[in-house]
């Protein structure tokens, strides 16, 4: 079975400052799917960014980017000029990309709670 | 609906009470997924639906707990006999299918047995 570790249960940054988030996952399939999740206390989890294993590009959507490496197993996201809004629960996710059905369902780990001070 | 909906928001409940919570997914979205959330925690899986078909209810905790989706589009989570335990979020997804983006999520229900 798939785990998925964020070994930060808080971290805070200044506005405009950069911030890393860690994530470790262990597995012993090739072909995988890992996210980065955002919840605010509404409660709904929004999609931050997403990499295929197979890619070795590092994904990036705007100030959100990934560290992602493969063979130890890690998943970092950095956030660039930290704004206020982006203050939330930020939580790893990981999903086989084998298969049909519930493969496609997620594993989360227990998440990184992210403060923003101004 | 533009998104995916989940009623109640916030549900109460004494314990032994039976309760029924409900997702209403994106219109046309093959795949639902149900997850549980307990306080602190991230998400576990409980259940998935392809359709009207729940393909796989490894996650359900105990047989109190009870999933349907009969005509392919709005979910029924049901807990009986509600235990203290069972106090989480219960969060919805949804998805075409194959949706290699992740999964469109409610904003779940809180679920408070007392």
């Known amino acids: 079975a798939q785990t998925v570790t964020q070994s930060q249960p808080e971290m805070s940054v200044q506005e405009a400052e950069t911030v890393t988030l860690s994530c470790t996952y262990d597995t012993s399939e090739s072909d995988y799917y890992l996210f980065w999740y955002k919840q605010p206390p509404s409660r709904q989890m929004i999609l931050v960014i997403r990499q295929e294993a197979y890619k070795q590009q590092n994904a990036t959507e705007n100030r959100f980017s990934v560290n992602f490496q493969k063979a130890a197993k890690s998943f970092s996201l950095k956030i660039s000029d930290s704004q206020l809004g982006d203050a939330a629960m930020y939580f790893c996710?990981?999903?086989?990309?084998?298969?049909?059905?519930?493969?496609?369902?997620?594993?989360f780990g227990k998440g990184t709670l992210l403060t923003v001070n101004p | 609906g533009a998104g995916v909906s989940q009623s109640p928001r916030y549900k109460v409940a004494k314990r032994g009470q039976d309760v029924a919570l409900r997702c209403d997914p994106i219109s046309g979205h093959v795949s639902l997924f149900w997850y549980q959330q307990a306080l602190g925690q991230g998400p576990e899986f409980l259940t998935y639906?392809?359709?009207?078909?729940?393909?796989?209810k490894s996650g359900l905790p105990s047989d109190r707990f009870f999933a349907e989706r009969p005509e392919g589009s709005v979910s029924t989570l049901k807990i009986q006999r509600t235990q203290q335990e069972d106090s989480a979020v219960y969060l919805c997804?949804?998805?075409?299918?194959?949706?290699?983006?992740?999964?469109?999520f409610g904003s779940g229900t809180r679920l408070t047995v007392v």
């Open positions: 996710a990981y999903r086989s990309a084998r298969g049909a059905g519930s493969n496609y369902k997620l594993t």
């Open positions: 997804a949804s998805s075409w299918g194959r949706d290699l983006s992740g999964y469109t």
């Open positions: 639906f392809q359709n009207e078909a729940q393909l796989d």
